[in-house]
């Protein structure tokens, strides 16, 4: 959502199961595991080279069990929700503020024919959202994070997990702390270069 940043998209693997491929490339899986992400990034932001983009996907991978809800917030190439729906996340709703990333995302969900039922759409982080969501993930400079904290926090379930990433290092203390402040609890920081990503949980009651 705004302030792109530039990549080069190639074939490989970007995490343990989750391998991008350029939409003008073949590529046969090495493995009976390994999940395609098939993109054309155009002008979005987002093709898994990125670290913070690789962060949110080996997070993805930590948190997800199968059969979650997903919202993607600053869905940029729609690359997080393809992930999603190619780790077994059952429903997903993508959005961006910018209605070009919008557009190059239900392109990229096209590509993936997994992803034919993600429903993307222009919208300003999660305001008039509803509907809960059992994983948020935001792939976002830490200035925009900060407003969606409690937008996310009334979204989620208990024990709902909140993925955030595009953190630059000296913001990661602000954002952990105004998370920990909303009642998340930090289950795990995530840090490659100056880069951070930061999966937080809601807690029920006995946590």
Same mark, same amino acid.
């Given at each position: 959502?705004?302030?792109?940043?530039?990549?080069?998209?190639?074939? /490989?693997?970007?995490?343990?199961?989750?391998?991008?491929?350029?939409?003008?490339?073949?590529?046969?899986?090495?493995?009976?595991?390994?999940?395609?992400?098939?993109?054309?990034?155009?002008?979005?932001?987002?093709?898994?080279?990125?670290?913070?983009?690789? $962060?949110?996907?080996?997070?993805?991978?930590?948190?997800?069990?199968?059969?979650?809800? $997903? !919202?993607?917030?600053?869905?940029?190439? /729609?690359?997080?929700? &393809?992930?999603? #729906?190619?780790?077994?996340?059952?429903?997903?709703?993508?959005?961006? $503020?910018?209605?070009? @990333?919008?557009?190059? @995302?239900?392109?990229?969900?096209?590509?993936?024919?997994?992803?034919?039922?993600?429903?993307?759409?222009?919208?300003?982080?999660?305001?008039? &959202?509803?509907? +809960?969501?059992?994983?948020?993930?935001?792939? !976002? $400079? =830490?200035?925009? &994070?900060?407003?969606?904290?409690?937008? @996310?926090?009334?979204?989620?379930?208990?024990? /709902?997990?909140?993925?955030?990433?595009?953190?630059?290092?000296? #913001?990661?203390?602000?954002? &952990?702390? =105004?998370?920990?402040? +909303?009642?998340? #609890?930090?289950?795990?920081?995530?840090?490659?270069?100056?880069?951070?990503?930061?999966?937080?949980?809601?807690?029920?009651?006995?946590?």
């Amino acid at each position: 959502m705004g302030n792109r940043l530039e990549e080069v998209l190639s074939s /490989g693997s970007v995490t343990r199961f989750l391998t991008v491929v350029p939409s003008w490339e073949k590529y046969e899986p090495q493995s009976s595991d390994e999940r395609l992400i098939v993109l054309d990034p155009g002008m979005a932001f987002g093709t898994g080279t990125h670290p913070t983009t690789r $962060l949110s996907l080996e997070a993805l991978e930590m948190v997800i069990r199968g059969g979650e809800r $997903l !919202i993607d917030v600053g869905t940029g190439s /729609g690359v997080l929700s &393809i992930a999603a #729906k190619q780790l077994g996340v059952g429903d997903v709703r993508a959005y961006d $503020l910018d209605q070009v @990333a919008v557009d190059s @995302a239900q392109k990229n969900l096209d590509l993936n024919p997994v992803d034919k039922d993600v429903k993307v759409a222009a919208n300003n982080l999660l305001t008039g &959202i509803t509907g +809960q969501a059992d994983i948020i993930v935001a792939n !976002i $400079l =830490a200035e925009i &994070i900060m407003p969606l904290i409690p937008q @996310a926090w009334d979204l989620l379930p208990v024990h /709902g997990y909140f993925v955030t990433s595009g953190i630059i290092a000296e #913001k990661a203390s602000d954002v &952990i702390v =105004a998370q920990e402040h +909303q009642g998340f #609890k930090i289950v795990q920081t995530l840090k490659m270069g100056d880069w951070f990503g930061v999966v937080a949980q809601k807690p029920g009651e006995d946590d």
